[in-house]
């Protein structure tokens, strides 16, 4: 019993001539290099992309905001009411009106 292979076919064939290619079928190195020229300038865009100066967009304001804290601020300067410990508040300005009447209150 042999190992060895055995061909059914010659063992060098002749080579089939060469076929013309058509214009739809371009080589396929052109193939291969365009690809490559593709994914080198895609990996330059990524690699730079953190780089390249931009211009800052303003970001929508959302939730609270400056006035509505100085606007709650002003009513409760300006109103009469009590706070949450059961004290009274009065407007501030009638405050000082009355500290200048009084005068400050003083330790004995």
Known sequence: MSYRPTYSAPRYAPRPAQ???TMAEPPLSRLMIAGLMVFIMLSLVVLLAGR???TPQP???TGNTYRSYVSEARTLLNSYG???EGKVH???DRAM???VERGLPVRE
């Open 19 to 21: 076929q013309t290619r």
């Open 52 to 54: 390249v100066p931009f």
């Open 59 to 61: 970001a929508p304001v």
């Open 82 to 84: 009590y706070t949450m």
């Open 90 to 92: 009065i407007p501030i």
């Open 97 to 99: 009106d009355l500290i």
